[in-house]
C-alpha cells in the first residue's frame, strides 16, 4: 500500500452544497467562486476537509445526484477552472476536499442511457439493466417510497423495463458489465488527477442484483468496491474512500474489508436517531444498545457521525415501532416526513433549544468517530417544509441580515430556492455574521468544541467505555488512548442531575473541565459527583 498518513481518522468534515452557499455571479445560485470567497469561514470553524454534494452536469431531479456527465461542473457552479481555483484554494488553507462519487445509477438525461434506451441493439444498451419483465428481483425494497411505484420502469420505444433503486430518472448502471467497472474507474481518475483528497462513494450496496436476494451487499458487489480500493491504492496516495451503507453497524463494516482493501471510512447510520431518541426519552439506553452492537473496525478505518445531512433523517435502521414513535414525536406534522424518515434540520428537530442542540453536538464531537457538521447546522438554520423532496433542508446559507441573507445579490425571484425568512429561523435572526459578533453564540460554541476535540487524539482515536450510573438520564463515558482519558458526561433532561460516578480507577486525579476551562475536585476512593444542569454536559480530563 502507499503512505497513508492516516488524516481522515482525526479529521472534523463540513458537509456543504454549493449551490446553496454563496452566489459569485448573481445569478441566484452558489457556485465555486462564491465559495472561494468563503473558504476563510469554513477555515476557521476548525473543520479539516469539506464534503461537496454533486457538483456535475444534471438536471437535477435529484439535486445532482442524477448525473448527466462525469467529467463536467454543472454550468450554474461555474466551469472546470473555477473548481480547480476552489480546490487548489482550499488545499492552501490546510482544507482537504471530497466529492461524491455516484456508482449505482446515472441521469437519464446522461448519453449512456441515452444511446442505451435507443434501440436494443445500441452498443450501450447493456450499460443498464434490462429486463423484458418488471418482476425480476421482487425482494428488493424500494427506497424512494413516497414516489416511486416500483424499482422497474417501462421504456415505451423499446419495450423493456429498466432498473433503479431511486427515481426513475435516475436508471442503474450494471456492474456485469465490465465496460461501465471500467468506466467508473475512470471517472475516479479524472477527479482524483485534478488533486481532490478522495470520495464520499453514494449509494453503494446496491451495485449488482441477483435472484432470491435483496440486493443488497452481495459479494460482487464488495469484490467492485475492492477492486475501486485497489485501483486508488495503486495509482495515488493520501486519498480516501467514505462509504454511504444505509446498513447496520455489522454489514457496514464488512465495507471495511480488511482495513486496507475496501473503504476508510463508512457513515454510522443507526447511531443517529438513536441519539435523538435518547434524546427525546431521556435515556442513554438507545445509545449504549447501538455501540456496544457497533463491532470493533480495523485499525485504517474510521466511522463518520452525523447528526443530519442533506437527506431526510433516515429511520430506515430502527424498529416499525420506534420508527412511528419517532415520527410522532419529531414529524407531528405530516409535511416533516418523507419517505421513511423526517426532513427537518437539527434546530427545529429540538424546538431550536439551544442546550439540546449543543447537548447533541457534544455527543457527536465525543462519541467514536469523525464527525460531520452539515452546513448551516453550525449557526442553528431552520428548514422549509413547504419545498419539495428534501430541498427543504437546503436552503442558501444565512450569511447576515443584509438582502437575500448575503448569499446573493440576484433579485430574490431568482434564487434557485427562497431563504428562510420565519420569525423564529429567518435570517433576519439566524446568520453567521450575527453569531460572529456574539460571543455566547451558537457559532462559537461550536468553534470552541471543535477546537477544543482537537487538541487531543483521544476524541478520534481512543477506546470507548461507558460508565453505568444508577440514573439512566446520564450518559457517561470514557474514551482512552495511550495516557490519556477524558470522561465525556450528558444529562439527557431537562433537569438538574447530580451524578455519582464510579471513577475509583483514577482516584487522585483533578478533572479538568475542557470546555469550561476549570480543574474539579480530585477523586477519591468514594463514588465521584459530577453536577450537569438541564441537558448539560461536561468534557473531563482524567489523565
Ligand atoms: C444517497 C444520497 O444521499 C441521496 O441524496 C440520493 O438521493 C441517493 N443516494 C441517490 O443517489
Excluded at 422549509?384 to 437575500?404: E, F, K, S
Excluded at 423564529?424 to 453564540?441: C, F, H, L, M
Excluded at 462559537?444 to 487538541?455: S, Y
Aim: include cysteine; hydrophobic fraction near 35%.
Amino acid at each position: 500500500m502507499t503512505e497513508q498518513s492516516h488524516w481522515y481518522k482525526d479529521a472534523i468534515f463540513y458537509e456543504l452544497y454549493v449551490r446553496a452557499f454563496a452566489d459569485g455571479n448573481g445569478d441566484g445560485n452558489g457556485d465555486f467562486r462564491g465559495l472561494i470567497t468563503k473558504l476563510d469561514y469554513i477555515q476557521s470553524l476548525g473543520v479539516d476537509c469539506i464534503w461537496l454534494l454533486p457538483m456535475y452536469p444534471s438536471p437535477l431531479v435529484d439535486d445532482g445526484y442524477d448525473i448527466a456527465g462525469y467529467f463536467d461542473i454543472h454550468r450554474d457552479y461555474g466551469t472546470l477552472d473555477d473548481f480547480k481555483a476552489f480546490l487548489e484554494a482550499a488545499h492552501a488553507r490546510g482544507l482537504r476536499v471530497i466529492t461524491d462519487l455516484v456508482l449505482n445509477h446515472t441521469s437519464d438525461q446522461h448519453p449512456w442511457f441515452q444511446a442505451s434506451r435507443n434501440s436494443r441493439v445500441d452498443a450501450k444498451r447493456d450499460y443498464y439493466v434490462w429486463s423484458d419483465t418488471d418482476e425480476k428481483y421482487p425482494e428488493v425494497r424500494i427506497i424512494f417510497l413516497d414516489t416511486e411505484p416500483s424499482n422497474w420502469t417501462l421504456d415505451e420505444r423499446t419495450g423493456q423495463y429498466f432498473w433503479h433503486r431511486f427515481y426513475k430518472e435516475q436508471p442503474d448502471l450494471n456492474y456485469d458489465n465490465p465496460e461501465v467497472q471500467a468506466a467508473m474507474l475512470d471517472v475516479m481518475s479524472f477527479w482524483l488527477d485534478m488533486g481532490i483528497d478522495g470520495f464520499r462513494a453514494d449509494a453503494v450496496p446496491y451495485l449488482f442484483e441477483r435472484e432470491g436476494t435483496n440486493g443488497e451487499n452481495l459479494p460482487e458487489t464488495h469484490a467492485y468496491l475492492k477492486r475501486v480500493r485497489a485501483y486508488l491504492d495503486q495509482h495515488y496516495s493520501d486519498r480516501i474512500l467514505l462509504a454511504e451503507a444505509n446498513q447496520w453497524p455489522e454489514e457496514v463494516v464488512e465495507y471495511f474489508g480488511t482495513g486496507e482493501d475496501e473503504f476508510h471510512m463508512g457513515f454510522h447510520f443507526p447511531v443517529m436517531p438513536r441519539l435523538y431518541m435518547a434524546l427525546r426519552q431521556g435515556d442513554r439506553t438507545p445509545v449504549v444498545e447501538i455501540m456496544r452492537h457497533t463491532p470493533p473496525i480495523p485499525d485504517g478505518c474510521q466511522w463518520c457521525m452525523f447528526l443530519r445531512n442533506h437527506d431526510e433523517l433516515t429511520l430506515e435502521m430502527v424498529t416499525e415501532e420506534e420508527r412511528q414513535w419517532m415520527w410522532q414525536e419529531y414529524a407531528p406534522d405530516p409535511r416533516m416526513r418523507l419517505n421513511l424518515g423526517i426532513r427537518r434540520r437539527l434546530a427545529p428537530l429540538v424546538d431550536n433549544d439551544r442546550r439540546r442542540i449543543e447537548l447533541l453536538n457534544s455527543l457527536l464531537f465525543t462519541l467514536p468517530g469523525a464527525p460531520i457538521v452539515y452546513y448551516g447546522d453550525e449557526i442553528g438554520m431552520g428548514d422549509n417544509i413547504w419545498l419539495h423532496d428534501r430541498n427543504g433542508v437546503r436552503t442558501p446559507m444565512q450569511w447576515n441580515d443584509g438582502p437575500n441573507a448575503g448569499f446573493s445579490n440576484a433579485p430574490a425571484d431568482k434564487l434557485y430556492a427562497p431563504i428562510i425568512d420565519d420569525p423564529t429561523y429567518g435570517y433576519k435572526r439566524i446568520n453567521v455574521a450575527g453569531q460572529e459578533a456574539d460571543a455566547t453564540s451558537l457559532l462559537d460554541t461550536m468553534r470552541h468544541m471543535i477546537h477544543t476535540r482537537k487538541e487531543s487524539l483521544v476524541f478520534s482515536r481512543g477506546v470507548l467505555e461507558f460508565l453505568e450510573p444508577e440514573d439512566t438520564a446520564i450518559l457517561a463515558y470514557l474514551r482512552r488512548y495511550q495516557d490519556e482519558v477524558v470522561l465525556a458526561v450528558h444529562n439527557l433532561v431537562d433537569e438538574e442531575r447530580r451524578t455519582a460516578l464510579n471513577l475509583y480507577s483514577y482516584a487522585g486525579a483533578a478533572p479538568y473541565d475542557l470546555l469550561a476551562g476549570a480543574t474539579l475536585p480530585i477523586i477519591g476512593h468514594s463514588p465521584y459527583e459530577v453536577d450537569l444542569p438541564p441537558y448539560g454536559y461536561r468534557w473531563l480530563k482524567l489523565a
